[in-house]
């Protein structure tokens, strides 16, 4: 008598003969991003979950879009700023409005998505600004620096990284902590996981890695730190959680940032799994283990944000 699958290697092969074949196919960025808020519908709400929209002011031009999420009875002085994933092409706060709210409930607070622009129309480092921009907004809000954490994923993830190195260049002060799920930290081609992980990963087509790197960079360094974090020089990094899968092509990208991190005297945290799809904390809802990750990851930021501030 056949057994179920392990709910893991169904979320595998689905997205090995779903999304990691379209990803290879897709003729422009506009199918990408069109498949992306498609498949997020999928995407389970906690029944509580709460959401409204919002504006960013964003350095004197047009205001930025951006999604409030949060779960029941929210403290309104408790924020945390999620950076969506989608390699700086695709992606919304739509597409990450599941993960976002359950993150705002597990460190008791909201969080702040903001529609940063996306690339090739607006190539780096547009999302860079952005995301500073929805942090100078949190802080004109009067959210303390303390409250605040910030976390993404992917792309997204690398985004978390590139803004510390952004406020310490500005100036201001930084998040209680960070989290990042799957960073792409290294938009160089030198990282082994690119290759070696190609086939193993079953999201990510590795063999259109340039091709989407030259989406956001149009020419840029890829060594720039704003850009590529892995290679930043750190002076004071809050507190930072990674979490990663060995078998995804951007694992070598996690190693590295941590690296980075802990060289600069930061507390880090690297969590290895296996046999997880790239960013797999935002399946929470269909993969256990996704649920088990977002739960750790809020009591990481809950602690620091209370210890800061406090």
Not at 94 to 101: C, D, F, I, L, S
Not at 216 to 239: C, I, T, W
Not at 250 to 270: F, I, N, R, S, Y
Request: charged fraction near 25%; aromatic fraction near 8%.
């Amino acid at each position: 008598m056949w057994s179920p699958l392990p709910r893991w290697l169904t979320i595998d092969l689905m997205l090995r003969f779903t999304m990691k074949r379209r990803l290879a196919r897709a003729p422009n960025p506009a199918a990408v991003r069109e498949n992306f808020e498609r498949e997020s519908e999928k995407l389970p709400l906690p029944a509580d979950a709460r959401f409204e929209q919002a504006s960013v002011p964003a350095g004197g031009g047009a205001p930025m879009p951006a999604l409030w999420a949060w779960r029941g009875e929210a403290a309104e002085e408790r924020v945390l700023l999620y950076l969506h994933g989608g390699a700086y092409f695709a992606g919304s706060p739509n597409t990450h409005r599941a993960v976002a709210a359950l993150m705002a409930g597990a460190i008791g607070g909201r969080a702040l998505v903001p529609d940063y622009r996306l690339a090739p129309e607006h190539p780096f480092p547009a999302a860079l600004d952005d995301a500073l921009a929805a942090y100078r907004y949190l802080l004109e809000q009067g959210v303390e620096p303390g409250r605040i954490a910030v976390a993404g994923d992917s792309a997204g993830g690398g985004l978390v990284f590139a803004l510390l190195l952004k406020l310490e260049a500005e100036g201001l002060p930084p998040p209680a902590a960070v989290a990042a799920f799957s960073p792409w930290s290294d938009l160089t081609e030198d990282a082994p996981s690119l290759r070696r992980n190609a086939w193993r990963d079953p999201m990510l087509p590795a063999h259109r890695f340039r091709e989407v790197t030259e989406f956001y960079l149009q020419g840029h360094d890829p060594k720039d730190p704003l850009a590529s974090p892995a290679f930043g020089r750190f002076r004071n990094p809050p507190p930072a959680l990674i979490l990663a899968c060995r078998d995804e092509i951007l694992a070598d990208d996690a190693t590295a940032m941590a690296e980075t991190l802990t060289a600069a005297g930061g507390e880090v945290a690297l969590d290895w799994a296996r046999r997880l799809p790239h960013a797999w904390p935002v399946f929470a809802g269909l993969l256990p283990e996704a649920d088990e990750s977002l739960a750790r990851a809020g009591a990481f930021l809950a602690e620091r944000m209370r210890r800061d501030g406090e």
